[in-house]
Structures are given as C-alpha cells and as structure tokens.
C-alpha cells in the first residue's frame, strides 16, 4: 500500500541554517503531496503542496519539489529561525483524496 | 470561517465505558476526515465522508468505533467498550471542493483510557 518515509528527529539547527527534511514515499498512480506543520500547543496545518511532478510547493520560506523519479518530496529551507521550530509531517494523498497517508513527523528544534 | 472544531478537547474515561467525540468542520467544506494519532507517530486516517455518505473506513476502525456525519455537518465518533490502546489523540480535519486534496485540521481531542 501507499506508504510515507521521512527522516527521524529530533533535527537540531541553530538559528540562520539551512534545513532539509528529507521525505520519501511509495504510491500507486500519481498522488498530490504535502507537508504539515505543527507547531508547541497548536493544530495541525497546511505548510504546503505539490500535485504533480516536478511542481514546487513554497510557503514561508519553505520549499519541496515534487520528484517522481526519485519518489521524493523533501524540505528545504534556506536560513531557519526559531520561531520555525515544531513538528513536520509529510504526506501524500492519491488521486479521490480518500485517504491522506502521513509520515510519523520530523522535530525540528531551532537555537538562538 | 471559524476553523474545524472538536469537542470535548480532553476525555478520561474508564476502561469499557463508550465515548462519543464531536467535530464541526468548516461550514461550507463537503469532506470530512477522522484521524487518530499517537505520541510520536502521524495521524492514522481512520475514515472519511463526502458529504453525508461515509466513503472509506479504515481497517484500524474496528466494530467498536463508529462515525457518522448525518446531513453532511457535523461528525460524531463514537468508540464503544474502550480500551486502553484507544488512548491517543483523536483529530478531525475537512475539506471543501475547491481545497484540492489540503484539509483543516481541527484542535484534536485528547482520550485517556484508565
């Protein structure tokens, strides 16, 4: 079955580094994907998305690319700050948007 | 827009004892998710509806769990008989057709089985 592999954590970062999470997935056909963000105390919620191949999703800074040849769809974000730190989940969601299949989510802790 | 909500946002009950967990999702969304999530693990898709009409069901949504979304608003699930293994966060999330696939997530609510 479909199925979302991404990097364990805890991801430790000092402020104004460069971030990757990396995410992987297996699926029948051509899923959207997305990441999650879930910050100390709140909801989860939509950081960003990408619906097909070679789409790059970007919001606050954050980026993926959709990479259907490597079964791919890691973040990145260029210099982190601490307000950045929480949980990250990346998901996939195949086409009838039935079932959104999650990873088990990535810490990402940010010093000053 | 006031967001997807759930209530109540904590329960303790007592194992074998039968709860029932609210979720009103954002008014004019017609798809509605359960999802269950233990500590240090993602949600767990449990089921979905569009609109009224429960479409999927998760193998994990044994025959003591039920939901149901009558007149395509709010969702109830109800687990009868708890058991300790049910303690998790309990997440409901909805979606509207011009959403694409993203959805809402609401605050959860948190179940302790004693």
């Known amino acids: 079955g479909d199925s979302v592999t991404q990097m364990e954590g805890p991801v430790t970062l000092s402020e104004e580094a460069f971030l990757t999470i990396n995410c992987t997935y297996t699926?029948?056909?051509?899923?959207?994907l997305f990441w999650y963000v879930q910050y100390p105390g709140e909801g989860l919620q939509l950081l960003l998305k990408a619906t097909k191949a070679d789409d790059k999703g970007s919001n606050k800074g954050f980026e993926a690319t959709y990479r259907k040849e490597t079964t791919s769809f890691h973040l990145e974000k260029g210099s982190v700050q601490v307000s950045d730190s929480a949980v990250y989940f990346c998901?996939?969601?195949?086409?009838?948007?039935?079932?959104?299949?999650f990873g088990a989510g990535t810490r990402l802790f940010v010093k000053a | 827009d006031t967001g997807v909500s759930q209530n109540p946002r904590h329960k303790i009950t007592k194992r074998g004892q039968n709860v029932t967990f609210r979720c009103d999702p954002i008014s004019e969304h017609n798809r509605l998710y359960w999802y269950r999530q233990t500590l240090g693990q993602g949600p767990e898709f449990l089921t979905y509806f569009q609109n009224e009409a429960q479409l999927e069901k998760s193998r994990l949504l044994s025959d003591r769990f039920s939901a149901e979304r009558p007149k395509g608003s709010f969702s109830t699930l109800e687990i009868q008989r708890t058991e300790q293994g049910d303690s998790a966060m309990y997440l409901c999330?909805?979606?509207?057709?011009?959403?694409?696939?993203?959805?809402?997530f609401g605050p959860g609510t948190r179940l302790t089985v004693t």
């Open positions: 699926a029948t056909g051509y899923p959207s």
């Open positions: 999330a909805s979606g509207g057709r011009t959403s694409g696939m993203e959805q809402y």
């Open positions: 998901a996939l969601a195949n086409t009838g948007g039935f079932k959104t299949i």
